[in-house]
């Protein structure tokens, strides 16, 4: 069936550094990708989408490109900040709508 | 605010009791999805109500089942409860072009249940 596997956390990171979040998926077809994001005591909010190959979704920073050669959706950001701290989720679409088991970030001053 | 409202966003109980869910979606959104999210397991999909009608179904216990009203809430019931479904559960919404979910879905801020 379909699934999402995303790198392990927490990831700890100092303001202003790179991030990157790896996410491979598995699924028949091409579905839409997506990932997003919980800030503590929150419910998930969607972050960045991609609809199909080659796509590059964008937000607050935030990008990631879906490589179909590679069943890749990682996500980055050039420079982090504080606010950015958050357990974040690689998902595909699909009446099941699958998510990886989710990367938290902390990104200390 | 995603617009999905969820309630109670706090539930504790003792084992063996059944409890319900009940989760508002945004206006205009046909589906709605539950998911439960623990420590040790991430977030699990539950099921996918689509229109009144159940599309698809995940590694929903069988103590455990939902529904669609006409008015669109959907509510999740919990029974013969366990102390390993302590856990928060997500309702989404989200808007279906036919059958087909893009997987752009709104989140409510989940219902905390404690087991004791």
């Known amino acids: 069936g379909n699934s999402v596997t995303q790198m392990e956390g927490p990831v700890t990171l100092s303001e202003e550094a790179f991030l990157t979040i790896n996410c491979t998926y598995t699924a028949t077809g091409y579905p839409s990708l997506f990932w997003y994001v919980q800030y503590p005591g929150e419910g998930l909010q969607l972050l960045l989408k991609?609809?199909?190959?080659?796509d590059k979704g964008s937000n607050k920073g935030f990008e990631a490109t879906y490589r179909k050669e590679t069943t890749s959706f990682h996500l980055e950001k050039g420079s982090v900040q504080v606010s950015d701290s958050a357990v974040y989720f690689c998902a595909q679409g699909g009446q099941k709508v699958t998510f990886g088991t989710g990367t938290k970030l902390q990104v200390i001053p | 605010d995603s617009g999905v409202t969820q309630t109670p966003k706090h539930l504790i109980t003792a084992t063996g009791q059944r409890v319900t869910l009940r989760c508002s979606p945004r206006s205009g959104d046909l589906s709605v999805y539950w998911y439960q999210q623990s420590l040790d397991q991430g977030l699990q999909f539950l099921i996918h109500y689509y229109n009144g009608e159940e599309r698809a179904k995940g590694n929903i216990l069988e103590r455990f089942s939902a529904q669609q009203f006409p008015d669109l809430h959907s509510e999740l019931n919990l029974s013969s409860l366990e102390l390993g479904d302590s856990a928060l559960y997500f309702c989404?919404?989200?808007?279906?072009?036919?059958?087909?979910?893009?997987?752009?879905?709104?989140f409510g801020e989940g219902s905390r249940l404690t087991v004791l």
């Open positions: 991609a609809t199909k190959a080659d």
């Open positions: 989404a919404s989200s808007y279906n072009q036919g059958a087909r979910n893009t997987g752009e879905l709104f």
